[in-house]
């Protein structure tokens, strides 16, 4: 831990950005893009496919270089995919939306395969 302006921030350690993740019954391929082509081509950072096989896109200089940016990128494209597994549309209601995105977050950040990952970003606590 490093301690900066009285707030303690954690150090980030070498936990490895698996090759897939499994939410519930699915499993969703991660796939690094160059970072080239994730801005000339998409102009976007993270790129969600919601068929099977399940695919996640991302930029592998966000990943690599890690942080609040490339947890953020994760987790936004993960939500992307309970949204989509859940079929949940705009007719959803608040509730049971907030519900299905609490419990897939839950899982994903203590019992999915980057669990250590994500909780190895850089925080402040």
């Known amino acids: 831990r490093v301690t ?3 707030l303690v921030m ?6 490895k950005f698996p090759g897939s993740v499994t939410l519930g019954f699915t499993k969703i391929q991660l ?3 160059d970072s080239e082509i994730t801005k000339e081509i998409g102009e976007q950072q993270g ?18 270089t890690g942080g609040v940016d ?3 990128l994760v987790i936004h494209e993960i939500l992307h995919h309970i949204y989509s597994i859940s079929e ?3 007719k959803t209601s608040e509730e049971i939306l907030v519900n299905t995105l609490a ?6 950040i203590y019992r ?5 990952w994500l909780k190895q970003q850089p925080n402040i606590s």
């Open 4 to 6: 900066i302006g009285g």
């Open 10 to 15: 954690r150090q980030r350690s070498n936990a």
């Open 31 to 33: 796939i690094l893009v």
């Open 47 to 64: 790129c969600y496919i919601g068929s099977v096989p399940y695919k996640i896109y991302l930029d592998q200089e966000i990943i690599n």
């Open 70 to 72: 490339a947890a953020n």
């Open 88 to 90: 949940c549309d705009d």
């Open 103 to 108: 419990n897939g977050v839950t899982e994903l």
């Open 112 to 116: 999915s395969e980057l669990s250590d």
